[in-house]
Antibody, heavy 118, light 105 residues
Framework: QVQLQESGPGLVKPSQTLSLTCAVS??????????WSWIRQPAGKGLEWIGRTYSSGSTKYNPSLRSRVTMSVDTSKNQFSLNLSSVTAADTAVYYC??????????WGQGALVTVSS | DIQMTQSPSTLSASVGDRVTITCRASENINYWLAWYQQKAGKAPKLLIYAASSLESGVPSRFSGSGSGTEFTLTISSLQPDDFATYYC???????FGQGTKIEVK
């Protein structure tokens, strides 16, 4: 069974960088079969795709966040990561990592709440 | 950018009701549309892909239809486990609709 688990600080100060990691089990990132994405959801609001990465390290980001987002993959640890710089309160959200099958998200992590506050 | 508009935003229904949610795209997306169910505090769950293909393990009371710019998700007989928020999602930059919450009437 494929499982994804987000980890990282739950509290980040304004202007700093939000960093999260997604550990994958039950599938191998290095197989190159899937893309791997980050999606976020502010409290009470809808879903926003942040970006995706691949085993080769290639990335594609949401244009609205592109200037602040960096994603990377570590195939040796079977995990991928998200960095979001210069955060503000508007970046407070539950952050999900997800596996992509084609253009859909078929497996999701449980989500990690990140609060931006001083 | 392709915009996705769901309606209604909230739907009040009873167990056993037939429920339909609509998702409209601002441009033709052929059949590149998926539907997800999200329960409070949980991650979304894929229900339908390619507009009408049922994801493995999803009950057959869920069905999807449409192509081009207008799509529907139908629950043929609403069950207690189906009270949740539903999102459509299209392939271009993986944009989601704003969600439809099904609540108890």
């Amino acid at each position: 069974q494929v499982q994804l688990q987000e980890s990282g600080p739950g509290l980040v100060k304004p202007s700093q960088t939000l960093s999260l990691t997604c550990a994958v089990s039950g599938d191998s990132i290095s197989s190159g079969t899937h893309y791997w994405s980050w999606i976020r959801q502010p409290a009470g609001k809808g879903l926003e795709w942040i970006g995706r990465t691949y085993s080769s390290g290639s990335t594609k980001y949401n244009p609205s966040l592109r200037s602040r987002v960096t994603m990377s993959v570590d195939t040796s640890k079977n995990q991928f990561s998200l960095n979001l710089s210069s955060v503000t309160a508007a970046d407070t959200a539950v952050y999900y990592c997800a596996r992509m099958r084609g253009y859909v998200f078929d497996y999701w992590g449980q989500g990690a709440l990140v609060t931006v506050s001083s | 950018d392709i915009q996705m508009t769901q309606s209604p935003s909230t739907l009040s229904a009873s167990v056993g009701d037939r429920v339909t949610i609509t998702c409209r795209a601002s441009e033709n997306i052929n059949y590149w549309l998926a539907w997800y169910q999200q329960k409070a505090g949980k991650a979304p769950k894929l229900l339908i892909y390619a507009a009408s293909s049922l994801e493995s393990g999803v009950p057959s009371r869920f069905s999807g239809s449409g192509s081009g710019t207008e799509f529907t998700l139908t629950i043929s007989s609403l069950q207690p486990d189906d009270f949740a928020t539903y999102y459509c999602q299209q392939y271009d930059r993986w944009t989601f609709g704003q969600g439809t919450k099904i609540e108890v009437k």
